[in-house]
């Protein structure tokens, strides 16, 4: 089980069955309907098939491995214990969660989901006394009577499923039931930690209304697959079918497991076709109507990656279309992926939920990976991808950004995405055209999202991934990381108009949800690659406003030399027009023309800051200019974060197109210190031969 466990918290934190395969398509249906949501349903669907002997120690090993796994991930949170049963009240309820519900709750994220984390850990530690043979009776009724406080107050319309707010499941002021307007929550980030917690107790502690309001709520997110539900696609399969495996262990129905399982085999394959959700030739994952991302966004604790070949032997496991899926999503991912030489953490390029900082725990916080549970299942695959992409990702001693020491370039073409990695730094470059969307900005958590583009996935967590929020500029975006730190926690602070690495008619866009979640406008926008140089381009018509359009070409060469052509640049507005060379946080020192400064300044011909030097083609019109700033940002202008407002010292440097009839270019060396940027830009000599295509 563990890769499709891998493959499910990778893409977050699967309807055909055999003849042979007896689950309860009726029950499902019967759990999804519109009409009703009843015990009695569920009932049907866990007593559908009698396991034999032989399917019995099938389950029964698997949820041994399942536990094993589940209780490694959670058993470091133990220290808390003491002070969760002491603030648990008579109830069963926690005085610090939030517990606004139904259309009054906040749709992201939804705080009410934090009522069940506690009870996981709980959990463990009793089912680990479970197994001493010692009792905790004070620690199983606390337990209980936070699971029953819940289940006695869980919605009863099944229209609020997925319609909440809705006629069929309106908005009440007085509304004392759990539900949220967003369906993720209800569907999946509220049941996955449910049925974890129920199966870490365990029927011999659960009563049977305990266990049966588990199997309702599990098998009515399960139902989303007999429904057709619209958001049942990519990384929601993996997550729902994770739910009805669990499920299904719980209940000891081996045909509802098989049935699950065969759901994320079915997903777990390669899917090519434009817009596509799944994984891609190229070594991406397309998801959210064509947004890349990169594998993953960390999903709950519950899903650790420590869950360790849960199904190998056993009829479950993944057939060789599966496995070389994953590998092909994982020697994709292995370039998507930055190290923060500062802190020593693994972070991936353009994660989801850009609006929160690194300390709220979201996809912006880590990769979300267990490497060392990759490397088993490479081994027990015999897949030298995944062996050496966990291998490599481990080392703790860098200092630079460069991650695994891979050097090269790759084109991502399904998702206009281009990596260029040298042997200190890694550049990123994020395109949209016709067959691609430039941003999404959904449950209120992208205040200032135009042009973002979103790279790792939902709301609960997951390069799937990226809550559906957050994301970063797609019209060009040009990422270079050196230290790994250089645009951490700095959204909240900067200026959205000056993205890196993007030509933009400054303020003339308002940077709304209305101006996100647009396809191209041009199918003229893509790269090609040898393995270690690229080529890039892109035409670019403002889908938005339909007031500015440019053409740019990026050349990654040889020798750490990255060369930038603009031409083309038409606006019909009244508004500068800028291309940036990066907005990051400032290090210091600041090289203008070959002497040291600080502060703003206008009309420079070469800069070097941060181990990245720029120089202007020497026939180039326009000039350099830059600023170091200190800025302050609110994190709760830009999303839903509650985190104190962010103070960073901010390097912004630009080109400013005085005449849109000239074309520009400029070379950037990155990974060099100062003496090398002054010694390769004076003999570094490249000809145009033309700038006006």
Not at 342 to 361: K, M, T
Not at 363 to 385: K, Q, R, Y
Not at 526 to 550: E, F, H, I, K
């Amino acid at each position: 089980m563990l890769f499709s466990l891998i493959f499910a918290s990778l893409l977050s934190s699967v309807l055909v069955c055999s003849a042979a395969d007896a689950v309860s398509q009726a029950a499902l249906a019967s759990s999804a309907s519109a009409s009703s949501v009843t015990t009695p349903a569920i009932s049907a669907t866990t007593s559908s098939s009698q396991p034999t002997a032989t399917s019995t120690q099938v389950i029964n090993l698997i949820r041994d491995r399942r536990l094993t796994s589940t209780i490694s991930g959670l058993s470091g949170s133990n220290n808390g214990i003491t002070g969760w049963l002491s603030s648990l009240d008579s109830d069963g309820k926690w005085p610090d969660v939030n517990y606004a519900t139904g259309c009054a709750a906040q749709r992201a994220n939804w705080p009410a989901r934090d009522h069940w984390s506690p009870w996981q850990v709980l959990g463990t530690v009793e089912f680990q006394v479970s197994l001493s043979m010692l009792k905790m009776p004070v620690l199983e009724s606390a337990i209980l009577l936070g699971m029953r406080w819940w289940f006695d107050r869980d919605f009863t319309n099944p229209a609020c499923l997925d319609n909440g707010g809705s006629a069929s499941c309106p908005c009440n002021s007085t509304e004392t039931l759990l539900w949220n307007t967003n369906w993720y929550s209800n569907v999946i980030g509220v049941p996955q930690l449910v049925v974890d917690a129920c199966l870490i107790m365990g029927t011999d502690i659960l009563l049977e209304a305990d266990e049966n309001h588990c199997m309702l709520m599990s098998t009515r997110s399960y139902g989303a697959f007999a429904r057709h539900a619209s958001y049942m696609t990519g990384a929601n399969i993996l997550d729902v079918a994770k739910i009805g495996i669990d499920a299904g262990l719980l209940s000891s129905n081996e045909s509802f497991v098989a049935d699950a399982y065969s759901k994320i085999h079915q997903e777990l394959s390669i899917k090519d076709g434009i817009m596509a959700d799944g994984i891609r030739s190229d070594g991406s994952f397309g998801t959210e109507a064509c947004s890349i991302t990169a594998i993953t966004v960390p999903s709950t604790p519950t899903m650790s990656w420590t869950s360790s070949l849960q199904q190998q032997g056993t009829e479950f496991s993944a057939d060789s279309a599966s496995k070389t899926a994953l590998a092909n999503l994982f020697d994709g991912d292995k370039w998507m992926i930055v190290y923060n030489a500062i802190n020593g953490v693994l972070h991936w390029d353009f994660p989801r939920f850009i609006s929160f900082p690194v300390i709220d725990g979201q996809a912006t916080a880590d990769i979300g990976m267990n490497l060392t549970a990759v490397e088993e299942l490479g081994n027990e695959w015999m897949s030298s991808t995944l062996t050496e992409f966990g291998a490599s990702l481990k080392g703790d001693n860098l200092t630079h950004a460069n991650a695994g020491n891979l050097i090269g370039n790759r084109m991502f073409y399904a998702n206009d995405y281009m990596v260029h990695r040298g042997k200190e730094y890694v550049t990123t470059l994020k395109m949209f055209s016709s067959r691609t969307k430039n941003t999404e900005c959904t449950n209120s958590e992208n205040v200032s999202s135009e042009m973002l583009v979103m790279l790792h996935m939902d709301d609960s967590s997951v390069v799937y991934s990226t809550s559906h929020s957050d994301s970063i500029l797609s019209d060009g975006v040009l990422y270079t990381y050196l230290d790994g730190n250089e645009y951490e926690d700095i959204a909240a602070a900067w200026d959205w108009n000056l993205i890196p690495g993007i030509t933009v008619d400054y303020n003339a866009t308002l940077l709304s949800c209305s101006s996100s979640q647009f396809t191209g406008l041009q199918a003229f926008v893509g790269g090609v690659s040898d393995g270690q140089v690229g080529v890039a381009v892109m035409r670019y018509l403002n889908p938005a406003t339909l007031s500015l359009s440019w053409q740019k070409v990026w050349f990654f060469l040889e020798d750490d030399v990255q060369h930038v052509m603009v031409a083309n640049i038409s606006s019909k507005t009244n508004a500068p027009v800028y291309s940036v060379l990066d907005q990051k946080r400032y290090i210091g020192p600041l090289v203008v023309d070959e002497y040291e400064t600080v502060g703003s300044m206008t009309g420079a011909r070469s800069l070097w800051h941060g181990n990245v030097g720029y120089v202007l083609d020497s026939e180039e019109s326009t000039s350099i200019s830059y600023s170091v700033e200190e800025k302050r940002g609110n994190w709760s202008s830009i999303g839903i974060s509650t985190q104190p407002p962010a103070d960073v010292t901010l390097f912004t440097a630009w080109l400013q197109h005085d005449s849109l009839n000239t074309s520009s270019s400029y070379t950037a060396f990155p990974g060099t210190d100062v003496d090398t940027f002054r010694s390769k830009s004076r003999q570094f000599s490249l000809q145009s031969a033309q700038n006006d295509a």
